[in-house]
Structure formats: structure tokens, C-alpha cells
């Protein structure tokens, strides 16, 4: 447990950071996940996908939560108290044969679909959250994302 906290928490941390706006919060996020990392890690199905996606997404829901938690998401264009020094989650996927997949995918998609799916999925905003953003019906957002993870998925079968 040891190992994997030395070689994810950087990252994770990032990925909280970015959700939560304040490192106070991403820490608390981290150590959620953390704590549900060796609470169910028999759990993880190889699968379903990597285990670098299942370590990023508990942190994205344990941050998503907190925030959700605190009634209140925290949007805000400042740099937090103190920058992240580990790469950007999405700059470390692009670098991999899938990520570089995933980011032509993403190209091919209509733009609002594809600002909706980031927004939502790295963001963390949620359906409702963009919905009063777009100003849209809360089932129009819904759809759209569907129809792009959709896309998505047959863009990137091989």
C-alpha cells in the first residue's frame, strides 16, 4: 500500500485538486479514496479497465462527493494555494496509444458534445450543473452526452 500511495498520490491529488479548487478538500478526497483503495481492492476487475483508471476515477468520485457534500461546487479561475507539480491527468493519458486514441475520438466528436463530455467528466460538473450552464432541458444534456460517450466508444473499438 505503501508503493501505490508513493507512485499515485501526486496524480490523485491533482485529480482532486482539480475538482475540489482547495487542497484542503483534495487531501480529505485522497484520503477516501485511499482508504477505499485497500477497503476493496479485491474488487478491481482487470477487466473492466486499468487499474490506473479505477485508482483516478475513485479520487474523481471521493472529490465529486466532498464537494457535493459541502452543498456548493467550488468553480473559480484562481490558482490554488499551491500548484501541482505532477502533469496533468489528461496530458499523461495523451502521451499513452490510448489516450492519443481517446484525444482523436474526442476531436471527431461536434464541439458542444465534446465540451460537455470534458466538462462532465473531467470538470466534474454535473447533468444538472450544465444544464443551468447551457441553458438547456436537464434530458437534452443527458442525451447529447450520451450520444457522445456512444460516439466515443465506436470511435475507439478496435
Not at 19 to 34: E, R, V
Not at 65 to 91: H, M
Request: glycine residues 6%; positive net charge; aromatic residues 6%.
Amino acid at each position: 500500500m505503501r508503493r501505490l500511495y508513493e507512485r499515485w498520490s501526486a496524480r490523485l491529488h491533482g485529480v482532486a485538486l482539480r475538482i475540489t479548487g482547495q487542497p484542503a478538500l483534495a487531501a480529505d478526497a485522497m484520503h477516501d479514496a485511499f482508504l477505499q483503495i485497500w477497503q476493496q481492492a479485491g474488487r478491481f476487475d482487470p477487466a473492466r479497465g486499468s487499474g490506473e483508471a479505477w485508482l483516478v476515477s475513485l479520487a474523481r468520485y471521493r472529490a465529486l462527493d466532498i464537494v457535493r457534500r459541502r452543498g456548493r461546487e467550488v468553480l473559480t479561475d484562481d490558482l490554488p494555494e499551491q500548484e501541482d507539480a505532477s502533469p496533468d491527468a489528461l496530458a499523461v493519458l495523451a502521451q499513452s496509444a490510448a489516450g492519443a486514441a481517446l484525444h482523436r475520438c474526442l476531436g471527431q466528436l461536434e464541439p458542444d458534445r465534446r465540451e460537455l463530455i470534458l466538462l462532465a467528466f473531467v470538470q466534474g460538473l454535473s447533468h444538472a450543473e450544465l444544464a443551468r450552464r447551457r441553458n438547456a432541458p436537464l434530458g437534452t444534456i443527458k442525451s447529447w452526452i450520451r450520444r457522445g460517450l456512444a460516439a466515443l466508444r465506436t470511435c475507439l473499438e478496435p
